[in-house]
């Protein structure tokens, strides 16, 4: 079945550093795959996606490349703020985004000032 | 422009109670999916609703079922709650199957405490 593997958080960066969050996956087929962030107390929302091999997403500064070779899609940012502090899960579908998404057990990211 | 709608926002309940959870989709999409968040993990699947009948269905046993509506709302329902159940429910909307590459949008969840 698909399984999605990230870092084990939490990580702690200072203002301006750059940031990578790894996020490896299993799946049978051509999935998509997907960066969703909660903050506290909210729902998730969707960061940036990917739908086929080498793909870039990118969205507010974030970028992650979809990378079959190495079963990999993970997420950086080259100056992180500390707005950026939330929880990140890395997730992927089977079905081009609107099958049932498995997602990582999530990473939690705290910007210090 | 309203995105997607839960609610109640927080549930408390007992063991071997029932509870309905409800969700309203983001406007234009037909489809809703229901996941379990267990605190300081990711959302599990637990099914998906497209034309009202269960599309896709995760490893979750018939306590939990639902029910989508003609306007494209719905309800998860779970029957006779364990500790275990304890989480956040979140609830996502998206365009079809076949729709193209849309991704589902979430919403803000309900909390249920079981005691």
């Known amino acids: 079945g698909n399984s999605v593997t990230q870092m084990e958080g939490p990580v702690t960066l200072s203002e301006e550093a750059f940031l990578t969050i790894n996020c490896t996956y299993t799946a049978t087929g051509y999935p998509s795959l997907f960066w969703y962030v909660q903050y506290p107390g909210e729902g998730l929302q969707l960061l940036l996606k990917a739908t086929k091999a080498d793909d870039k997403g990118s969205n507010k500064g974030f970028e992650a490349t979809y990378r079959k070779e190495t079963t990999s899609f993970h997420l950086e940012k080259g100056s992180v703020q500390v707005s950026d502090s939330a929880v990140y899960f890395c997730a992927l579908s089977s079905g081009g985004g609107a099958d049932g998404l498995t997602f990582g057990k999530g990473t939690h990211l705290i910007i210090q000032p | 422009d309203a995105g997607v709608t839960q609610s109640p926002t927080h549930l408390i309940k007992t063991r071997g109670q029932q509870v309905t959870l409800r969700c309203s989709p983001k406007?234009?999409?037909?489809?809703v999916s229901w996941y379990q968040q267990a605190l300081g993990q990711g959302p599990q699947f637990i099914f998906q609703y497209y034309e009202e009948e269960e599309r896709q269905r995760g490893n979750f046993p018939d306590r939990f079922s639902g029910h989508q509506f003609p306007n494209y709302s719905s309800e998860l329902n779970v029957n006779a709650l364990l500790l275990g159940d304890s989480a956040l429910y979140l609830c996502?909307?998206?365009?079809?199957?076949?729709?193209?590459?849309?991704?589902?949008?979430f919403g803000d969840g309900t909390r249920l405490s079981i005691l």
């Open positions: 996502a909307s998206s365009v079809a199957p076949g729709g193209g590459n849309q991704p589902q949008h």
């Open positions: 406007s234009g999409h037909d489809t």
